[in-house]
């Protein structure tokens, strides 16, 4: 059999380039093994966390455990103890001369490398976790404790897993069953811990996949041999093999037989682009799995299963001739080789719209000149094919996936090919198939134009699936490939949507949200969690404890807490939607004010509240200058009231000042407050009477004037709502002052009511200036020093209420708040 390098000049002129080996590295770093060691190091601190915080439950395992492992008929423990040794060293060395003499050397010094590291790391994590006694106990002869890590489990764990067990079935048995055959021996004679045996295989496991991705797993292409004999076994006769890139071979055969293309499947190809894939089954809800998380044997059978399908439908595709395996890690895929190229290199794409020159009249022809490569676009009949072979896959209910000016193939007959199958799918969803209509008629419009391409897919298909395609004209859900040709072309896509929308107007328009999870939303859920982790390091360098507030407060008190707490998200709406004069959707409204919760987080003060309840107005079709208009409003209306509840409050508490047990009150008396009212229109008097004054002040009120006023004047055409909104503001702030009411009084405290109000709203009021997410810290510290000024209660009482409110008002809303903004996100609300 012979294997040459050679290839008939003339047919590999019509179907390839020449060809050409291309560089490919002799190591791959697998993205699969880089979430492996996240998982890994997840679950050790976990089980760090359970050692040192459920210390009573690991206390109780361990004994039960103790107790289960006598009754066991087990042999005499040092007998036991010496053969399950022996076996636990026999195994990975069994396997690793078995490596070495099939040529894996490189795996095995791979694995001893990550082996030491595992030991390495079990000697720093003794060190390290020798305080937690729930990892240990005392040693059966009692001379001190067991380790934290029990013996070499992580090590032998870490070797076997590096140097790779999958699809070798007998090792990973006896590695298996010695393993928990040492596992059990080192319960029964009391050397180990379940946590401590536990700790031992998660950090072999982890240490095995932090090694495999740091220095990368071996791949070597197989030879043209190799893969001659592996193809002779399934029936094919190869004659030659030639080698056309990375991972693709042209096999011909003796006789008449037709020539193969051959796809070598291995860890390369399946790590080729990971990220990328999984970064976009992250985003996209439609995405395709990666084949990389797939087994190597499930990608095959998927291949071959999407190629017979496709054929049996009737469409051109390469057809699957042969599959075989070539070991755990490596395969090929055998096609019937079409002499066909890809739209890419066969077509050129459409010139851009040149610019007009400054000077030349509008639409003078450029001169003609030379131009690279084809030029001339598919014709129509060969667009009406291309669109037949795709409605052939879909009367079957087959989803290409991937079409890309790189999988249309045309022949020289003038025959159109689907090929790339390979991340396809049966039974596809309406879904899938609507977004291989609007794949198709990207990949076309690119060579032929958005008119030529739409014209055919109506003429094929009918106007009904092309105008459903319509919503899911967008790059994200086009394939790689696709979306750098239409990054190319500006206005194509808009060009081809509109060209979808002249030909069926009745066709809808809005863009269907394809998107799980958008880049903005990523950075506001990060900036929510440093936020959030921020608040807890603050809470948690006080001296009151928040676990120990909420588990030691009275709990009949911190029921009524919690349900002001949550009364004031309704009451809120009915304040907002007072101060719109358009009808609100009252479901949507009480999500944005609980979406207010979540966002706070994030912004200091109440910016991020405003922009929310803007960005919800504009979209309920309310103007940006009326939507804007009714915030002001509603804010100006806010103040008023907030600085008027203060200024009663603050005078109940002076007139009733023996309620804190003494006769006088701590706060401004009757006559500075009359100072303040003179002080107050003696600047005023002063504003009006200089110039510069008055006209710095007439631009502060300018916007004042212009916007919010002539909305103020449409609300008071609506007094039922504008009472309303009144109303609804000084319940707010009433829900919120009953919650800090009913807090003091769970915490064992008892000023009056009065004097929480006043501390409420003076304290709230300034600690939001303060530029922190939710005023993080200035409101504590201000709020609990009025709180302790104005009720006549010691300083530890009053910031242990103030604790207990800012729990109940600021963390626990953060996750219904996310879970209100991202359903409002999905309607297209904000």
Request: charged share 15%; hydrophobic share 50%.
């Amino acid at each position: 059999m012979a294997t040459v390098i050679q290839a008939d000049e003339s047919q590999e002129s019509r179907t390839t380039p020449p060809p050409a080996r291309t560089g490919r590295a002799d190591r791959v770093r697998h993205p699969a093994a880089l979430i492996r060691l996240v998982a890994g190091v997840c679950w050790i601190l976990l089980v760090l966390l359970l050692a040192g915080y459920a210390r009573s439950s690991v206390f109780g395992l361990d004994s039960d455990v103790a107790r289960g492992v006598d009754l066991l008929p087990w042999p005499p423990a040092k007998l036991t103890a010496a053969l399950c040794g022996a076996a636990l060293l026999t195994v990975p060395l069994g396997f690793a001369v078995d490596r070495v003499l099939r040529g894996d050397g490189r795996r095995v010094a791979d694995a001893v490398l990550a082996a030491v590291l595992a030991y390495g790391l079990t000697l720093g994590l003794d060190l390290l976790a020798g305080d937690l006694t729930t990892l240990t106990h005392p040693l059966p002869a009692g001379l001190g404790r067991t380790d934290p890590v029990y013996g070499h489990f992580a090590p032998v764990l870490a070797f076997m897993t590096a140097l790779g067990t999958a699809g070798r079935r007998r090792w990973r048995t006896a590695l298996a069953v010695t393993l928990a055959l040492s596992g059990l021996s080192g319960l029964v004679t009391g050397y180990a811990t379940p946590l401590s045996l536990l700790l031992a295989l998660l950090l072999g496991w982890t240490t095995a996949h932090a090694a495999r991705y740091a220095v990368g797993e071996p791949v070597a292409a197989p030879p043209e041999g190799q893969i001659a004999t592996a193809l002779a076994g399934t029936g094919v006769r190869p004659d030659a093999v030639l080698t056309l890139g990375t991972g693709r071979y042209l096999v011909t055969q003796h006789g008449d037989g037709p020539d193969l293309d051959v796809h070598l499947l291995d860890r390369y190809a399946q790590a080729s682009g990971l990220l990328g894939h999984l970064w976009l089954a992250l985003r996209l809800r439609t995405a395709p799995r990666p084949l990389g998380l797939r087994p190597l044997r499930a990608g095959l059978e998927h291949q071959t299963l999407l190629g017979h399908a496709a054929s049996a439908a009737g469409a051109r595709t390469r057809l699957p001739v042969a599959v075989v395996e070539l070991g755990p890690d490596a395969a090929l895929v055998a096609y019937r080789r079409l002499d066909a190229r890809p739209f890419a290199e066969l077509f050129a794409e459409l010139p851009e719209p040149p610019d007009e020159p400054l000077g030349e009249p509008p639409g003078e022809p450029l001169p003609d000149g030379p131009t690279d490569g084809p030029t001339d676009g598919p014709t129509d009949a060969e667009l009406r094919d291309a669109w037949q072979q795709l409605a052939l896959l879909q009367r079957r209910r087959i989803a290409h996936r991937s079409l890309s000016p790189n999988t249309v193939l045309l022949d020289a007959e003038g025959r159109v090919h689907l090929v790339g199958l390979a991340r396809g799918e049966i039974a596809a969803s309406e879904l899938l198939l609507r977004l291989d209509v609007a794949g198709l008629l990207a990949v076309l419009a690119v060579h032929a134009g958005p008119e030529r391409a739409v014209r055919a897919a109506i003429e094929v298909l009918g106007p009904g699936p092309v105008g459903t395609a319509l919503p899911l004209l967008q790059p994200i859900a086009l394939a790689r490939d696709t979306r750098a040709a239409l990054a190319r072309h500006k206005s194509l896509a808009a060009d081809l949507r509109a060209e979808v929308q002249r030909r069926m107007p009745q066709a809808p328009a809005e863009p269907v949200r394809l998107e799980r999870l958008r880049p903005r939303v990523l950075l506001t859920v990060v900036a929510g969690i440093a936020a959030g982790y921020a608040l807890l390091q603050f809470l948690f360098s006080l001296d009151t404890n928040p676990v120990n507030l909420v588990t030691e407060a009275d709990p009949l008190w911190l029921a009524g807490a919690a349900f002001w707490a949550a009364a004031s998200y309704p009451v809120a709406t009915f304040a907002f939607s007072g101060f719109v004069p358009e009808k609100l959707s009252f479901r949507s409204t009480l999500a944005a004010q609980t979406a207010g919760s979540f966002v706070k987080v994030a912004s200091p003060g109440g910016v991020g509240g405003l922009a929310l309840n803007t960005r919800y107005l504009q979209c309920a079709g309310i103007p940006t200058a009326q939507a804007m208009s009714s915030i002001g409003v509603s804010q100006l209306f806010g103040l008023v009231l907030h600085m008027l509840q203060l200024a009663v409050f603050s005078a109940l508490v002076g007139v009733n000042g023996a309620e804190f047990g003494s006769d006088s009150s701590p706060l401004p008396k009757g006559w500075v407050l009359g100072l303040a009212g003179v002080v107050g229109a003696v600047a005023a008097v002063s504003v009006a009477a200089v110039p510069r004054l008055r006209r710095r002040a007439q631009t502060l009120l300018r916007p004042l004037r212009a916007e919010v006023l002539p909305r103020l004047l449409d609300l008071a055409q609506h007094p039922g709502k504008l009472a309303g909104g009144v109303a609804g503001q000084l319940m707010v702030s009433m829900c919120f002052v009953l919650c800090l009411y009913c807090c003091t009084r769970a915490v064992g405290q008892y000023p009056g009511f009065n004097a929480v109000a006043v501390g409420f709203l003076a304290g709230n009021a300034a600690g939001n200036v303060v530029p922190t997410p939710g005023g993080v810290g200035g409101v504590e510290g201000l709020m609990s020093f009025m709180l302790a000024t104005t009720g006549h209660i010691d300083n530890a009482g009053a910031l242990a209420a103030v604790m207990l409110f800012r729990i109940l008002t600021f963390m626990l809303p953060v996750l219904p708040g996310w879970a209100a903004f991202a359903w409002l996100q999905r309607r297209r609300a904000i």
